[in-house]
């Protein structure tokens, strides 16, 4: 935290200069640099958000419907596994994978007629990549908490509504998402908090061609505060991420209070 200061003084490798006040604010948001990074955040973090919600949750609801417990536990493990990869390896994995020389995707591609793709050189086709690598690793993980809550539902419920003739469907309808719903509300606010924390994922699959599209906050703080010796500035730039991430979940926060009438946090 004592940190922070440097936001506000004149700081490079000579040490603290004079109080500048906020010089190093006004550079940021005149910067073009910064407004890219801070466009692609939002972008790519609300997109995320969204894809693996609806994912996870989805996922979640069909393993519980799973009757096979052998069966849902190896499928389980399976979309556990890419969890504990660390981002070096799946950046290195899918950077073969996707490969234009010899990649399995690109040679698909060549058999079937197709044009060979540079899908982590392309402006147009690096977002919708990182999206699907980034669900391919975090979906599965994400699931732990859904299944644990479901397996809190009480199963008379569900005898009950068996009982009244309802199926399957109406079953899920009627008592499994209603009883998912708080659980979606904190984790879409625990989300929230994270919304800005893009920088592994990003840093081990983005390369100077997609910049444009790829360039995000903690990314540009990185080459800001390391490669070029900013550090003032690039503590600057953090902080504003900090300060609009903790804006972000207080109104998730009172939106949860509001519809749910007590608050997650």
């Known amino acids: 935290m004592l940190g922070l200061r440097y936001a506000f003084f004149d700081y490079d490798l000579r040490g603290v200069g004079g109080f500048i006040g906020f010089e190093h604010f006004n550079d940021a948001f005149g910067s073009d640099g910064f407004m890219?990074?801070?466009?692609?955040?939002?972008?790519?973090?609300?997109?995320?958000?969204?894809?693996?919600?609806?994912?996870?949750?989805?996922?979640?609801?069909?393993?519980?419907?799973?009757?096979?417990?052998?069966?849902?536990?190896?499928?389980?493990?399976?979309?556990?596994?890419?969890?504990?990869?660390?981002?070096?390896?799946?950046?290195?994995?899918?950077?073969?994978?996707?490969?234009?020389?010899?990649?399995?995707?690109?040679?698909?591609?060549?058999?079937?007629?197709?044009?060979?793709?540079?899908?982590?050189?392309?402006?147009?086709?690096?977002?919708?990549t990182y999206l699907f690598i980034l669900s391919w690793r975090e979906v599965g993980w994400g699931t732990v908490i859904f299944l644990a809550a479901l397996s809190g539902v009480d199963p008379q419920l569900y005898e009950a509504a068996i009982m009244d003739g309802a199926n399957r469907w109406k079953q899920m309808l009627y008592i499994t998402i209603p009883h998912l719903i708080p659980v979606i509300i904190i984790v879409l606010v625990m989300n929230l908090a994270k919304i800005f924390n893009l920088f592994e994922s990003v840093f081990v699959l983005?390369?100077?061609?997609?910049?444009?599209?790829?360039?995000?906050?903690?990314?540009?703080?990185?080459?800001?505060?390391?490669?070029?010796?900013?550090?003032?500035?690039?503590?600057?730039?953090?902080?504003?991420?900090s300060v609009i991430a903790f804006f972000l979940v207080m109104s998730a926060n009172k939106a949860a209070k509001y519809f749910r009438g007590e608050s997650v946090l």
Not at 108 to 117: A, P, Q, R, V, Y
Not at 221 to 240: N, P
């Open 36 to 128: 890219r990074a801070f466009k692609n955040t939002l972008i790519l973090s609300s997109a995320n958000i969204c894809i693996q919600m609806t994912l996870t949750i989805t996922i979640s609801l069909l393993l519980n419907e799973l009757k096979n417990q052998v069966f849902k536990r190896i499928v389980q493990t399976v979309v556990y596994l890419p969890h504990f990869l660390s981002w070096v390896v799946v950046g290195a994995l899918f950077t073969l994978i996707l490969s234009r020389q010899g990649g399995l995707v690109n040679m698909l591609i060549e058999s079937s007629g197709g044009d060979l793709k540079y899908f982590l050189g392309d402006v147009k086709l690096w977002r919708g």
């Open 206 to 241: 983005y390369n100077p061609l997609v910049y444009k599209v790829s360039d995000v906050i903690q990314t540009y703080v990185y080459r800001s505060g390391i490669a070029e010796y900013r550090f003032g500035y690039a503590t600057a730039v953090g902080l504003f991420r």
